[in-house]
């Protein structure tokens, strides 16, 4: 359904050829309309919420881009704003919110806890929502500003601008992959593993002796 | 609330009256299909939603458009705070208090300052306190205007959210320009804050303090006499003053309630009983009265705010002792005592006597308890927050039971609820 | 590392509060009988379940009782018109870790008399049980669900006592224990797995699952059915971490062995 079938087009030899001047045209067309008004799925948790509100408030003005219209049913979202630390409580959620919005659909992951999980490598924190869904842009900030998720938004529109109708599989439905998570389980493993100042942080106070369980894979100083 | 109800529902009988026509007689209950009987049905609203102002999920029962049942579950944004506190030292700490209040996170950091620097025996600076009244009730202010803005638009009124988001902004600048950040302000330690008030900041505050009341009467003149507002929020989840104690609710939801409980008046700290200001009280427990106790705190909060400026003192920003606060870089670059200290305060961490701390001050939501043990060491044995969030949101099935759908939304937008706080 | 005698002067440092052998702590002294006026009043009517009186950071009151009469002392304060401790600001628990009992902190404001007062608590980590206080404060009712689920202290007499902000098949225990390591137990790809392989109907309290469907409520207590489910899903084997190569199919993701008590029933509301 969907996209594959719009390529019958008759000037148009299917397996891919060279671009031509109609298809370039017919690209053109359907990356402006989608990047022009692209409604958000504002999926957002916590602070980093709070400066994507600010963003579609008058300041910054998302309305601006077309976005002022934020779509809380993924039925007719286009662009999954994950805004906020993601807990392994509300990752099925988001999971399920993602397999929900048809395709053309993009993903930013708004901020540190949503790109990596920020300052909580605690046991409840999904470490990356790219864990879960899959993920176009990545905004860093703890929170970003609402600047900073506009230049997001427009990284996103400059990937619009390079995609192209004759790649069927880029906006193909993918519902065999629907409620797994978006990673291989050895891939998952492999990014979330402490890193950089967490592995110093392992320690409660120094003169309590807790019996505390570190697992193998942690680093130690 | 339309006037015209129909006043009466008749059945026609197959007889002829007087005057030619079918006999009319009034329908009563149980004449249709007396055997129909309703189902309950179960709705979930959350965690992702509009209007649950976070990921708050809500499973109600409902028997047609009236609420049987309502069962909060949270959990959803569960961040261990607590859990993590274990392992930052008591300064590293105050970055997490930022991000459970995200509204208002000038009161939380100053509220976990406080409560180390009783542990400790620390008296902070009378500059420093007042600085931290201003922060304090600047981000009470803060948090008020933001749940005015969302409630507004929960209710349908969209152009409120628009007119407090923009005086918002004013008040991002002044965080920006004092503590580097427009949220995650992380602006306290123990002792001190981080910098002093940089030039020009007082007069900048001084200004938004003439200026905010301006968008607050506008704010007033779309809503407080609005007959949709009223119908809306006017005699709904009502609490009682008695139930409101019993279930722990404090802050504006315990004062709308009738209790008179604010804890800048009942244990002061920071000299507030030396400030002029009043604490509105509410009557009848309801939505509407809720909101009429905001918009009044914060136009306290301005008298207090107006006051603080007044008397802000000049001296130093933080306490003269080198064991807790880092040094000035000029002195750490030319002092090799200095440099000495910088790096235990950095490497090893304040060190707190052994003993605990429990401190409550009046967060824009309620009552905000910091409770702090310490075992002498440099991070806390156990960093306990108590989020007025969390207790305010478990009265809520409560308040809905009886009401409409439409209503379970007023009423939780009226219990000013943050998920942070809550889930920790 | 350290000098042996300086690991030696080291691990002899007790930290946390000194015990007694009945667990009451008592590192600082014994606060003067007449200094709060309710503790006085505590000792006059109850005798020698207030175990211990003390003051922390200069003017915090702290009264230690024994477990077993915790709901009479409670509710005298609570009930008494001398006392009126009528808000129950906070019910928390404390683990100071290394097989120490733990102690669970009632914090208590009486709004008329404007006087405060925190009450502990002292469970030995072989009997985490208390009883429940939200017949005397209803706020207690999601404070001890909190308690219950980052401490592991079972409340008798509460209502509905499950897991309020893990999931309820949680299944690697008690959070904030000090025993507990704090990425968890599990490994990371574990836990995505489990968070997007369980069942929707997990979401829903039994209560609310016979609802949907139109059933008989379950006779037990919530609670105890809860119990149910996550010990269910603690006894299930662990998946270990996946190593193997193969692409990200859903049998790589599915529940496998593990199942929970309302696995096979269709017809979830989501």
């Known amino acids: 359904m969907g996209l594959t079938e719009r390529h019958e087009l008759p000037v148009v030899s299917p397996d891919g050829g060279e671009a031509s001047f109609l298809t370039t045209r017919l690209d053109d067309i359907v990356n402006w309309s989608r990047r022009s008004s692209m409604w958000p799925m504002p999926f957002g948790t916590a602070c980093c919420a709070i400066e994507m509100m600010a963003m579609a408030a008058t300041k910054y003005d998302v309305a601006r881009f077309g976005m002022e219209r934020m779509s809380y049913t993924p039925r007719q979202a286009d662009l999954l704003i994950c805004a906020g630390r993601v807990t392994y409580k509300m990752a099925p959620v988001l999971r399920r919110i993602w397999d929900q919005m048809p395709q053309p659909k993009w993903c930013i992951s708004m901020g540190a806890c949503a790109s990596s999980g920020g300052v909580f490598d605690v046991y409840s924190m999904v470490q990356g929502i790219d864990t879960i869904v899959p993920v176009d842009v990545y905004v860093p900030g703890c929170p970003p500003r609402p600047e900073g998720l506009i230049y997001g938004i427009l990284l996103i529109h400059e990937k619009v601008r390079g995609e192209t109708l004759k790649n069927p599989a880029l906006r193909a439905e993918d519902s065999a992959r629907a409620g797994l998570p978006n990673l291989p389980a050895e891939v998952v493993a492999e990014i979330t593993t402490p890193f950089g100042n967490s592995t110093n942080q392992n320690k409660v106070s120094g003169l309590l002796s807790t019996g505390a369980v570190s697992r193998p894979t942690d680093r130690h100083p | 609330m339309s006037t015209k109800t129909v006043e009466y529902l008749v059945r026609r009988t197959p007889e002829l009256g007087v005057d030619g026509r079918p006999v009319q007689l009034p329908l009563i209950s149980g004449d249709l299909e007396p055997e129909l009987h309703g189902e309950h049905m179960l709705i979930n609203i959350g965690p992702q939603h509009p209007a649950t102002h976070g990921v708050l999920r809500l499973v109600l029962e409902l028997d047609g458009e009236t609420v049987i049942k309502c069962t909060p579950h949270i959990g959803y944004l569960h961040s261990s705070f607590e859990k993590l506190g274990e392992y930052r030292t008591w300064n590293q700490v105050i970055p997490l208090t930022d991000r459970m209040d995200y509204l208002a996170p000038l009161i939380y950091n100053c509220a976990y300052a406080m409560a180390v620097e009783k542990l400790m025996g620390i008296e902070v600076t009378e500059r420093c306190k007042i600085v931290r009244v201003i922060c304090m009730e600047l981000d009470r202010i803060f948090s008020h205007l933001l749940w005015i803005g969302t409630t507004a638009i929960d209710i349908g009124a969209f152009t409120v959210f628009l007119y407090t988001f923009q005086e918002r902004e004013r008040i991002y600048s002044l965080h920006e320009a004092f503590t580097g950040a427009r949220i995650t302000t992380s602006s306290t330690r123990i002792g001190g804050m981080m910098a002093d008030l940089p030039p020009g900041w007082v007069e900048a505050l001084r200004h938004f303090v003439d200026t905010l009341p301006r968008t607050l009467d506008e ?104 064991r807790i606060i880092l040094p000035g870089k000029t002195d750490l670059m030319a002092d090799m005592e200095s440099m000495i200290h910088h790096f235990k305060v950095v490497m090893e961490g304040v060190k707190a006597p052994a003993g605990e701390s429990w401190y409550g001050v009046e967060s824009s939501k309620g009552e905000l308890g910091m409770y702090v043990v310490s075992d002498g060491g440099s991070k806390p044995v156990r960093w306990r927050v108590r989020g007025p969030s969390f207790i305010n949101l478990s009265a809520l099935p409560m308040m809905v039971e009886g009401h409409l759908l439409s209503d379970v939304i007023a009423i939780n937008a009226s219990i000013d609820i943050v998920l942070g706080e809550i889930d920790r | 590392m350290a000098k042996p005698e300086l690991k030696d002067a080291i691990a002899g440092l007790e930290s946390g509060p000194e015990t007694t052998p009945n667990g009451v702590a008592t590192a600082r002294g014994e606060a003067a009988a007449e200094s709060h006026p309710t503790v006085a009043a505590l000792r006059a009517q109850f005798g020698d379940a207030v175990l211990h009186h003390t003051v922390y950071s200069g003017d915090e009151h702290v009264v230690y009782i024994v477990p077993e009469r915790s709901q009479e002392l409670l509710s005298w304060l609570r009930h008494d018109p001398g006392q009126c401790f009528d808000l129950l600001k906070d019910v928390t628990a404390v683990d100071y870790g290394a097989g120490r009992p733990l102690e669970l902190v009632y914090e208590l404001w009486s709004v008329p008399r404007r006087v405060g007062l925190r009450v502990k608590v002292t469970l030995p980590l072989e009997s985490l049980e208390a009883d429940s206080v939200e017949p005397i404060w209803k706020t207690a009712n999601w404070l001890e669900r909190e308690v219950y689920d980052m401490f592991g202290i079972h409340f008798r ?59 008989e409520r379950p006779a037990v207590a919530g609670g105890e059915v809860a119990d149910e489910r996550s010990h269910a899903a603690a006894s299930a084997d662990l998946d270990p971490a996946a190593a193997s190569p193969r692409p990200n199919t859903a049998a790589d993701w599915s529940l496998g062995s593990s199942g929970s008590a309302a696995a096979g029933t269709q017809g979830a509301t989501q």
């Not at chain 3, 704090?182 to 309290?205: H, K, M, V």
Request: overall charge negative.
């Open chain 3, 157 to 215: 007499g509460h209502p509905d006592l499950r897991r309020i902000m893990m999931p309820e098949n949680y299944a690697e225990g008690h959070p904030l224990r000090k025993d507990f390591p704090l990425r968890g137990r599990f490994s990371r790809a574990e836990q995505t797995r489990r968070a997007l392989s369980a069942p929707p109907e997990d979401n829903y309290t039994p209560d609310e699952l016979a609802v949907a469907l139109q059933e």
């Open chain 2, 219 to 322: 704010t007033e003149t779309l809503l407080t006499h609005n007959n949709l507002w009223v119908g809306r929020n006017r005699d709904i989840g009502i609490i009682s003053g008695e139930d409101a104690l019993d279930w722990g609710l404090t802050g504006p939801n315990l004062r709308a309630s009738g209790v008179t409980y604010d804890v800048r008046k009942d244990k002061p700290y920071y000299d507030y009983d030396s400030y002029d200001f009043e604490v509105p009280i509410g009557e009848h427990g309801d939505c509407y009265d809720r909101y009429l106790v905001r918009m009044e705190e914060m136009r306290q909060s301005l008298r207090i705010l107006d006051q603080a400026i007044r008397r802000l003192p000049g001296g130093p920003i933080n306490v003269d002792d080198p």
